[in-house]
T-cell receptor, first 115, second 114 residues
Framework: DAGVIQSPRHEVTEMGQEVTLRCKPI?????LFWYRQTMMRGLELLIY????????DSGMPEDRFSAKMPNASFSTLKIQPSEPRDSAVYFC?????????????FGAGSRLTVL | AQSVTQLDSHVSVSEGTPVLLRCNYS??????LFWYVQHPNKGLQLLLK??????LVKGINGFEAEFKKSETSFHLTKPSAHMSDAAEYFC????????????FGKGTKLSVKP
């Protein structure tokens, strides 16, 4: 398996633009997580899905952030409009309940810079 | 409420010497605890996990951690550091009753000197 695949790896955009980050989880995994990592706040859980259904989105900072999982093999995290304080590395992770849902496999991350 | 505290933000050791990365946890439940490692510009990788079985847990790359309930600690150790161990290490606790929610510590950056 190629692991969790995220795209783009790097994104530089201007304030006010829409940003879409993409994630392909490991085939067969039934949980998908979006995390944000910054120097100031460390790793924060934004949202997670189980069987494509959002379970907990309490970490989503505000209405500018939205996440979808239209099928078991694809998820997006969208920021509209983007702001400089959204600059961070965004990680997608997936897991399989049968092996312990808390054992996450992370993607390599998408580094977002908002100017 | 669950939380983890990593006691050192940066640890520096010489190659071949022991590694000790300290972590204390707080949990209302019998906790599930993990250590993840993040190499530069990479995603996080699971090193080891504790889920109420043996208190001494062995992980990948020669790392191990011991769960000590009396001390609420889950320190990560390795007898002999390699240059390739230089990375950031995260202690993690699972939120009780939640299938997927993890709380990450702030991380400890490990430097290994030749």
């Amino acid at each position: 398996d190629a692991g969790v695949i995220q795209s783009p790896r790097h994104e530089v955009t201007e304030m006010g633009q829409e940003v879409t980050l993409r994630c392909k989880p490991i085939s067969g995994h039934d949980y998908l997580f979006w995390y944000r990592q910054t120097m100031m706040r460390g790793l924060e859980l934004l949202i997670y899905f189980n069987n494509n259904v959002p379970i907990d989105d309490s970490g989503m900072p505000e209405d500018r952030f939205s996440a979808k999982m239209p099928n078991a093999s694809f998820s997006t995290l969208k920021i509209q409009p983007s702001e400089p304080r959204d600059s961070a590395v965004y990680f997608c992770a997936s897991s399989f309940r049968g092996s312990g849902a808390n054992v996450l496999t992370f993607g390599a991350g998408s580094r977002l810079t908002v100017l | 409420a669950q939380s983890v505290t990593q006691l050192d933000s940066h640890v520096s050791v010489s190659e071949g010497t022991p590694v000790l990365l300290r972590c204390n946890y707080s949990s209302s439940y019998s906790p599930s605890l993990f250590w993840y490692v993040q190499h530069p510009n990479k995603g996080l990788q699971l090193l080891l996990k504790y889920t109420s079985a043996a208190t001494l847990v062995k992980g990948i790359n020669g790392f191990e951690a011991e769960f000590k309930k009396s001390e609420t600690s889950f320190h990560l150790t390795k007898p002999s550091a390699h240059m390739s161990d230089a990375a950031e290490y995260f202690c993690v606790v699972a939120v009780g009753g939640s299938q997927g929610n993890l709380i990450f510590g702030k991380g400890t950056k490990l430097s290994v000197k030749p």
